[in-house]
């Protein structure tokens, strides 16, 4: 492995203190300047030199750059640092529109620059073996995805709804998992909070296979649950990223002939196991996968492309909510996108 790449990050926020952490640790990375105005007061940047422009930064000599700044500056800060030659990481969403994001995914694709989007939930150890799992065929046709992502306000978030902070993983890992597009969504949303973006959404959509997909989002509720479900002709796989929990229910397969218990559990029931895997912090095996492509070594990252598909259907997923429709996307797109 080439030893000497040189990074640098942009945003020391909630985020931007962990990619701090890691790439200060990260084997065959330096990390060799942090850019944030508002300075380092609680000491997140690892001892890295603190910069107020990403200007000082290009001047410092970077390989690449994680861009961790607020979504509302990822594509000024993005697009200076494609016209400077510079491969990015860039923090989800790709960018706070869906001309932004396209914006950004001509630039670097146009300069042959490596760059992907901080979708971390790919590189979560339950859904990582969830999706091998599909790939070998292990629950047969595939027939739903349910998804909910709940949990109290954040306060860090500021420029935008439950739906571009929250749903973009949900609506990215749903197309990463089953390698499937999404055909069409529809939303219903909800304002409670106070602030001037959506804190709720509940979406229904179709994947280009015919999958059901249902995603429960918001920001009212005391319980925090990160759960992940797809249901297939086998059984159902089900996991919880909070834990990094995966556990298989199989179809039935054993007759229940106790009367009075059937009448509570069902006919029959299958198998239930949870799978013991291996846990490595997501945010670690993300920065590796982006290292490795960076240095032209094949790595399952999050395109721009891919990144873009996920803002327009956040978008698609807001014009529902507004409008009361269904939001159905032209097959060409699907197919220009992929999952």
């Known amino acids: 492995m080439n030893a000497g790449l040189r990074a640098g ?6 985020m931007g203190r962990h990619h701090a952490r890691v790439l200060t640790a990260l084997e065959g990375v330096t990390l060799a300047g942090v850019v944030d105005p508002l300075g380092d007061k609680n000491g997140w940047a690892q001892g890295a030199p603190v910069l107020t422009d990403v200007e000082d930064l290009l001047a410092m000599g970077i390989d690449y750059a994680v861009v961790a700044c607020p979504t509302g500056l990822h594509e000024e800060v993005g697009l200076r640092l494609a016209e400077a030659g510079v491969c990015v990481l860039v923090e989800k969403p790709l960018a706070d529109s869906v001309e932004g994001a396209l914006r950004l995914v001509d630039a670097f694709e146009s ?3 490596t760059a992907g989007v901080g979708h971390i939930e790919r590189c979560n150890p339950a859904l990582r073996s969830l999706r091998s799992r599909l790939e070998t065929g292990e629950l047969g046709d595939v027939y739903q995805v ?17 739906i571009k902070d929250l749903a973009t993983h949900d609506i990215d890992l749903t197309a990463w998992m089953t390698g499937r597009s999404y055909v069409s969504i529809a939303a219903h949303t909800v304002s409670k909070s106070g602030r001037p973006y959506e804190d709720m959404v509940s979406a229904v959509g179709r994947l280009s296979d015919g999958t059901m997909v249902n995603h429960l989002v918001n920001w009212l509720s005391p319980l925090k649950e990160r759960f992940t479900s797809v249901t297939g002709e086998r059984g159902c796989l089900v996991a919880d990223t909070l834990t990094a929990d995966l ?12 009367e009075a218990l059937r009448a509570f559990r069902g006919v029959s029931e299958g198998d239930m196991i ?41 978008a698609s997923l807001l014009d529902s909510a507004r409008s009361g429709r269904t939001v159905v996307f032209e097959a060409e797109e699907a197919v220009r996108h992929g999952a």
């Open 9 to 14: 990050l942009i945003g020391l926020g909630s």
């Open 111 to 113: 300069r042959n620059l």
């Open 146 to 162: 349910v998804t909910r992502r709940q949990g109290p306000y954040p306060h860090r978030i500021a420029d935008v709804g439950v």
């Open 247 to 258: 556990t298989f229910y199989s179809n039935a397969s054993v007759a229940t002939e106790w």
């Open 274 to 314: 949870r799978y013991a895997i291996p846990k490595r912090e997501p945010l670690l095996v993300e920065h590796e996968l982006f290292r490795d492509a960076v240095q032209g070594i094949s790595s399952d990252i999050c395109t721009l492309r891919q990144g873009l598909r996920t803002v327009e259907v956040a």
